[in-house]
Each structure stands twice: as C-alpha cells, then as structure tokens.
C-alpha cells in the first residue's frame, strides 16, 4: 500500500477547528481570527460569520438548515438565524473549561465537550467534565459525566454509537444512544499508544475513525479495539482535526498549525488545510 501523504490546499490561516463537509464545502471555525469560513475545491477562503471577540469551535447544522456555534470563551451555544448570531444554550453549568467540540445528529440534537481547563492558562487544574445534550427546544443537560477532556466527537451512520475523543485520556471512548439521545454503555473504543492524543476526529464508512493527534503531529485512522491501519504524518506541524469530504466522501481534508497559542497563531498564521486522497468514504454525523 502507497504511503498517504498530504499536499496543502490552502494556507496562512490563525488556527483552524471543527471542520464539518456542508453543501459542497469544508466549513471550520478559524479560533483565532473569531471567525465561521467555507473552503472550496480550489482552496478559496470565504467567510461566512463574523464573532467579534468570540471563539468559535463546534459546528454543526439543524434539520431545517440553520448553523449552530459553540461559543468557547463564554460557554454558548449560537445559532444562526438569518443574519443574525443568537443564544440557543448556555452550557456554563456543565464547563469546567472552554466549550469545545460538537456533534450534531440527524434530530437535531447537539452533542458538546469541553477541555475540562483555561487552554490560556495549561492543563495543571484539568478535572473530568461533561458531556451535555443542548435539544431543538434549547433545553440543556448532561448525558455523560466524568469524561476526560471531550473533544472532537462523531455518531456512526445508523445513529446508535457516539464515539468521543478524551484528548486528556488518550483514548476514543463509545457511547451507545437511546432513541431519546441519552446515552449509556460507555466503553473504550480505542486507547491510544505511545504519546499519541486524539483532538478531532471523523468517521468512515466502516466505522473507522480518523483520529488527528497533536502531540504526535500525525493523522491515524483508528479501528474498534485500538488498531491502526493508517498513519499520516504532517510533519513540523501540529494535527489539529480533519473531516472526510469532496463529492465522493474520499477527500481527508487535515487542519494543520505551528502552535496552539491563539495571540500567537494569528501572528503567525501557519495555518493550514491540506487534502489527501483515501480509499473508504466519510460517513455518519458531522
């Protein structure tokens, strides 16, 4: 088997996150630039919301089309309505640190984590968090507790298992979910070697996970029970998420960047998106 190795599409970005394939496009979160952009074949950057001194992070869409943004510094999640930015949750209750991540299923419902610490001020005071469940109606709770650093999260395509990454664990840990999305049978999906972590993360269609490691600087796609059947390097820089997407699915898309530190990534800017080619499509949610 060839060795998979990534080529840029584009680059100068602060520090990009949550990427989620939409309507022919690759949306992410830039952090640190406060801003929602849209990617197209090309390379062209769009952006297509405006935060102001918000961090965005998750993204996802409803049923009927409108964005969802998990605001990180202020524990929010916004919703998009027409032009405008609203407040659809306050997750404040359930943070132990900066919103982060977020899935969001076929229903409607979103799935979010958060680090569990100030990334600003390092892990030192990092404790177990929560997962929560914002519903349509807005309506908030916890659906798994004593997690360690959630972070990027996928749901298989038959909508029965949450898989969510525990960066501070080192391991992708599954949830099975009810038809009322709670969740319950947690286990191990995956425990991560040697000093390898999992930040974002997506989902194939046979269930594998790509799984983006930032200590590691590599992209592995990751098998139930640990194995690893693939492993692609990106090199001086720092894995941060990916996404499978293009017209067929097969396109990893891979967020790369130099450093963490957001005053120092829009500096900076050694951002990027990079694409490789792969055999097995994306599938599932996001």
């Known amino acids: 088997m060839a060795k998979l190795e990534l080529t840029t599409l584009v680059d100068g970005l602060a520090f990009g996150e949550g990427p989620r394939w939409h309507d022919g496009r ?48 202020d524990h929010k999640l916004l919703r998009l309505d027409g032009a405008k930015l609203v407040e659809a949750a306050d997750l404040a209750e359930y943070c132990g640190g900066w919103a982060n991540d977020m899935v969001v299923d076929a229903a409607g419902r979103a799935f979010i984590g958060n680090l569990g610490f100030d990334l600003a001020a390092g892990p030192s005071e990092m404790r177990t968090t929560h997962i929560v469940r914002v519903d349509p109606d807005g309506s908030v709770r916890s659906v798994a507790s ?18 969510a990454a ?14 009322d999305g709670s969740l319950s049978g947690r286990r191990v999906f995956a425990q991560l070697e040697g000093k390898a972590t999992a930040d974002g993360i997506c989902i194939d269609a046979e269930n594998a996970v790509w799984v983006a490691s930032p200590t590691t600087n590599e992209f592995l796609r990751v098998h139930d029970g640990g194995r690893i059947s693939e492993r692609i390097s990106s090199g001086k820089l720092m894995a941060i998420a990916c996404m499978l997407g293009g017209e067929d699915r097969r396109t990893l898309y891979a967020i790369t960047a130099q450093t963490h530190v957001f005053p120092d990534a829009r500096r900076l800017r050694t951002g990027r998106i990079e694409t490789v080619r792969v055999e097995v499509p994306g599938a599932g949610w996001p």
């Open 166 to 179: 525990e960066s501070a664990a080192m391991r992708l840990t599954a949830f099975d979910i009810a038809a």
């Open 26 to 73: 690759l949306w992410f979160s830039d952090i640190a630039d406060h801003q929602v952009k849209a990617l197209d074949a090309d390379g062209k950057v769009e952006v297509m919301v405006e935060l102001g001194d918000r961090q965005p992070s998750g993204l996802g869409w409803l049923p009927d089309g409108r964005l969802l943004v998990v605001s990180m510094l």
């Open 146 to 163: 004593d997690v360690a650093s959630p972070n990027g999260m996928v749901i298989t395509e038959d909508g029965r298992t949450l898989i």
